[in-house]
C-alpha cells in the first residue's frame, strides 16, 4: 500500500467528479470558499450517492464513463492533484463562487481506504 503524506489535505468529492479530474477532463473544483493553499491534495470518493449532473457534465463534454468509471472507489483516496490557482466566480446554477484550478492528476494503483471524519468538514488530513 502506499504510503500518504500526513502533510498533504484531503478534498471529499461525490462520483464522478475525482474520475473526470484524473482522466484530465476536469481541471477545476467549485468551491464555496476562498482557498489560499497552492499544491498537492489527495482526491477522496464519498460514499454518498454519485451525483447525477456529474454525468451530465461529462456529457456535455464528450466524455463517456463505463460502469466501472462511474461506480468510483466510495471511501477511498483514489488519487492526487494539484491546486495552482483559486478564483473567484460567478455562476447561477452554482452554490459555490469560487474555483481551484487543478492540474497534474495522477491516478493511484490502488485505491485507499480512508476514514472520513465525522461532523461538517470540508478538508481531511491524514492522521
Request: glycine content about 8%; proline content about 7%.
Amino acid at each position: 500500500m502506499k504510503k500518504l503524506n500526513k502533510s498533504l489535505p484531503v478534498f471529499a468529492n461525490t462520483r464522478p467528479w475525482n474520475e473526470l479530474i484524473l482522466l484530465g477532463k476536469r481541471k477545476f473544483k467549485t468551491i464555496g470558499f476562498p482557498w489560499k493553499y497552492r499544491g498537492d491534495i489527495y482526491l477522496y470518493d464519498t460514499k454518498g450517492t454519485p451525483a447525477d449532473y456529474g454525468f451530465d457534465w461529462a456529457e456535455d463534454f464528450g466524455v463517456r464513463l463505463n460502469q466501472k468509471q462511474a461506480a468510483g472507489h466510495p471511501s477511498c483516496i483514489v488519487g492526487i492533484v494539484e491546486i495552482y490557482d483559486c478564483r473567484s466566480f460567478t455562476d447561477q446554477n452554482e452554490e459555490a463562487d469560487h474555483e481551484i484550478l487543478l492540474r497534474n492528476p495522477v491516478r493511484f494503483k490502488s485505491p485507499i481506504p480512508f476514514s472520513w471524519p465525522s461532523g461538517a468538514i470540508r478538508i481531511a488530513r491524514i492522521k
